[in-house]
């Protein structure tokens, strides 16, 4: 090999070791920036002559070394396992974390809980049937059932409001799928007029935006051969190449946007109109739809149907009765029957006048008989339902922190799997910059050896 083109050779030599500096720098810079990918250089040796000359022997044994291109430490595999496992996390702590909140709402067991509260009305009416003359005893009857009315409405107003808080959380969870959809949209488009360029940090913006789409609805992702990322929701296109569909739910809300106590359904919407997709996407906002269809809605028509039995049986055994003056008694408790735990209340008939509280079973007045308000205990019929329906919820919200838990598990060890592939490691990267130092101090030392022997031949030999 002539000492030119070992000069040439040198100076490929030069520049890669540069390169790769370069590189194992930019990887150190971004150790804590997330998802970034680290990057490594792939080499190519450049060879002899692909072609032989006609009348001479090409004698080169290579021209050195080129940088073929810079390579994200990545797997197509581990990185949709990752999207994956992401969603299915997210869905489950955000189960977990509502129902946690919601179970600490119900203040069970507890001085101010109902189960507390409907001791106390039973244990008025016991003292009633023992006093029923006094005016103090009778007043106590109406509080009594005015705080039990109020904590079963208290309860059934705060999984309301946390139905409502979940209907802002999913109407901005929209929000924030459809603007990442078309920043991806919009990375695609880059990524597509890179080609041929190092698109490594699009890249890294590519996955980081699919991650977080994954997270929020659960949808998967494919790589296509140009680097571009098309997104599907349980088949239907969300993202592809250039072109970022939305989506939209079609039911469960009013023109209002406030929920109307109808199912919340998903589409997608391309601008020709929405398809329907499965009430039970994945990831956050799979499970706000769950917890809003299903879990919450479950407990209140449960707690309903209690506050409508008690009401009833308490009535019907309260007109059984009679008053201080000897009257019929009026209904105790009032409620819409179309949301009973909720509207709960001392009737307007009776509130504040403790002398219609019918105590007696004898007719006439006035009267000291009392044996009605054995009775109307009696009537309290709901504890054993109430207890099942608190202890079935509290079984829910253990079993979401179990699978919650659980699947940190898998998705740490999935994650962590990722970091030893795509993260930085400081160790790894300070043997690389000695490698490229050594390298680079290497072919500068073949530069300045060549120099010397052209030196000798160019200034010497004719002396």
């Given amino acids: 090999m002539s000492s030119f083109g070992s000069l040439n050779t040198a100076l490929t030599a030069l520049r890669f ?6 590189v194992a720098s930019t990887n150190v810079a971004n150790v804590a920036t997330e998802g970034y990918v680290r990057r490594r250089v792939v080499g190519q040796t450049l060879g002899a002559a692909a072609q032989p000359a006609l009348w001479a022997h090409n004698t080169d044994v290579g021209a050195g070394v080129t940088s073929k291109g810079v ?6 595999l581990l990185d949709a ?4 496992e992401h969603a299915a996390q997210s869905y489950l702590d955000l189960t977990a974390e509502v129902l946690a909140r919601v179970e600490t709402g119900l203040g069970e067991p507890g001085e101010n809980g109902v189960a507390a509260a409907i001791d106390g009305f039973r244990s008025s009416l016991h003292d009633l049937e023992n006093n029923p003359g006094s005016a103090a005893t009778r007043s106590q009857v109406l509080s009594a059932a005015g705080t039990l009315a109020n904590a079963i409405g208290l309860q059934a107003r705060h999984f309301q409001g946390e139905a409502a808080d979940q209907g802002v959380r999913l109407q901005v969870g929209l929000s924030e ?10 990375t695609n488009t880059t990524i597509a007029a890179g080609k041929g360029t190092d698109t490594s940090s699009l890249l890294d913006t590519r996955d980081r935006l699919a991650l977080r789409i994954a997270e929020l609805t659960g949808a998967a992702a494919t790589i296509q051969d140009d680097g571009q990322m098309t997104v599907t929701l349980q088949g239907q296109t969300l993202v592809s190449g250039d072109q970022a569909h939305e989506l939209v739910v079609t039911g469960g809300f009013d023109v209002d946007g406030q929920l109307d106590g109808e199912q919340v359904t998903f589409a997608i919407d391309d601008g020709s109109g929405p398809v329907d997709l499965d009430a ?3 990831g956050e906002l799979g499970a706000v739809g769950n917890l809003i269809n299903t879990v919450l809605p479950d407990y209140l028509t449960q707690l309903n149907t209690l506050a409508t039995q008690l009401a009833d049986s308490v009535n019907a055994q309260h ?44 007719s006439g007045g006035p009267n000291r008989d009392g044996s009605n308000g054995a009775e109307l205990a009696g009537k309290i019929a709901i504890e054993d339902g109430y207890l099942r329906l608190v202890n079935d919820f509290g079984t829910k919200v253990a079993s979401a922190s179990r699978l919650a838990a659980n699947q940190a598990t898998l998705t740490g060890q999935i994650d962590t799997a990722r970091d030893q592939q795509a993260g930085v490691s400081l160790d790894e990267e300070t043997v690389n910059l000695l490698m490229a130092q050594r390298g680079y101090e290497a072919a500068a030392r073949v530069m300045s050896t060549l120099d010397e022997v052209l030196d000798t031949l160019i200034n010497r030999m004719a002396i």
């Fill in 319 to 362: 007109g059984l009765g009679f008053d201080q003056a000897g009257d019929a008694g009026v209904d105790l408790f009032d409620y819409d029957p179309d949301n009973a735990a909720s509207s709960l209340k001392i009737h307007d008939d009776i509130a504040g006048r403790p002398e219609l509280v019918a105590a007696s079973l004898v």
């Fill in 280 to 282: 039970t996407i994945g």
């Fill in 17 to 22: 070791q540069q390169t790769s500096m370069d």
């Fill in 177 to 186: 799928v459809n603007r990442l959809a078309g920043d991806l949209a919009k």
């Fill in 81 to 84: 396992r990752q999207r994956r």
């Fill in 71 to 76: 390579q994200r430490m990545t797997d197509a």
